[in-house]
C-alpha cells in the first residue's frame, strides 16, 4: 500500500493535534474531560461526549482553540448532569 507523504504528514499532525487538545483538556482544573473523546481531521478537531454544563462546553472548545494546527472545533458533546 502506497501512502503518499504529505497525507502520512497530514496523518500525523492530526494526531499530534488530537494528543495536544487532549492534554489541554485533561490537565485544565475547570473542565471534567475524562468523558471527551477527541478526533481531528486535516486540522478540524471533532470532540464528542459529555460535558456537565454549557460552560463546560464552551471552555473545552476554547481550550481545543488554543492548541497550535487546530483550524476549527466542531462540538457534538451532550450536556449531562
Known amino acids: 500500500m502506497n501512502i503518499h507523504p504529505a497525507t ?5 499532525d492530526d494526531a499530534s493535534i ?5 492534554a489541554r483538556l485533561l490537565n485544565d482544573t475547570e473542565v471534567r474531560a475524562t ?9 478540524v478537531v471533532t470532540m464528542t461526549g459529555s460535558v456537565s454544563s ?9 481550550l ?3 492548541v497550535s494546527g487546530v483550524k476549527n ?4 458533546l451532550e450536556i449531562k448532569n
Request: a positive charge.
Open 35 to 43: 468523558n471527551i473523546d477527541v478526533s481531528t481531521v486535516n486540522g
Open 64 to 66: 481545543a482553540h488554543e
Open 18 to 22: 488530537s494528543a495536544r487538545v487532549r
Open 8 to 12: 502520512a504528514a497530514a496523518a500525523t
Open 54 to 62: 454549557k460552560a463546560d462546553e464552551a471552555r473545552a472548545v476554547a
Open 73 to 76: 472545533v466542531v462540538s457534538k
